[in-house]
């Protein structure tokens, strides 16, 4: 980034009208798998272009700060000026800060925040409203509405689906804030993992409904569930796990 700023104009890089985080992400992930994995710089220029269209100075400035030093095979990774698990560790936690270690404080942080979609105007919660469906985006965590914001339209995709293809090539997780059940996207086909993220100690799922919090405060985070989450996110397990699962699970209604 130093070496970005001194090149370039460092408004530039402030202009990028987009989520930071979900840039970043992939253009490590180009990182990993074109020079990292498969050191092919061309291929990394190439895929850089698409995924900084509308800016090919930065992809060319980007290109030439992170190729400047010759990668090859003999380079030993941790010489290079990155270390994925650096990043991979902070996505986790990041996570792990919104989900916090138990469902009664998770309801607390993020049950009563509004949905982000800019017209949204489904009526304002309280906390012992009963089921109401609501979504965080496990990838961007913008929280919003299924369908259409408690409109009817006549759509054939709702904000997740449109969600996911606007911002995440197709691919999306998402959390169930009531039920803490994480939904997988792929196009416009969806399932629910069976395991929620969080459980009791008899492995019961929670449900949202008309109770205080101290009700919700046995379910306890799930950690083999997150971590699969996250290898799927980091991994793009997507695909596998959608031709994994009983074709009965997966559907494509409006979501
Ligand atoms: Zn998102
Ligand atoms: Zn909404």
Known sequence: MRLLY??????????????????????LKL???????????????YKLKILLNQNIELAKAIFEVLTQ???????????LPYDIQVI???FKKQRLNLLTNNFSSFLDKNYLLPCQKKNCQFPKLKL???????????????????KFCGKFSQGDLGNLQRHSQKKHLR???????????????????????????????KG???IKGPYPLQHYQKFQIN??????????????????????ENQDNVKTEVI
């Open 6 to 27: 001194k090149k370039l104009d460092s408004n530039l890089i402030e202009n990028i009208q987009l989520n930071e985080t979900e840039m970043l992400f992939q253009i």
């Open 31 to 45: 990182i990993q798998t074109h020079l990292i994995k498969e050191h092919d710089t061309n291929n990394f220029y």
């Open 69 to 79: 030093r010759k990668i090859n095979k003999y380079i030993n990774n941790k010489l």
């Open 88 to 90: 991979k560790d902070l």
């Open 128 to 146: 012992q409203t009963q089921y109401q469906e609501q979504y965080i985006c496990l990838i961007c965590l913008k929280k919003m509405c299924p």
């Open 171 to 201: 691919k999306c997780v998402f959390l169930d804030v009531e039920k803490s059940q994480v939904l997988l996207i792929y196009s416009t086909s969806y399932f629910f993992i069976t395991n929620t993220l969080f459980i009791n100690k």
């Open 204 to 206: 019961d799922s929670p």
């Open 223 to 244: 950690m083999k569930a997150l971590d699969q989450i996250f290898d799927i996110i980091m991994d793009e397990k997507f695909l596998k796990k959608l031709d994994d």
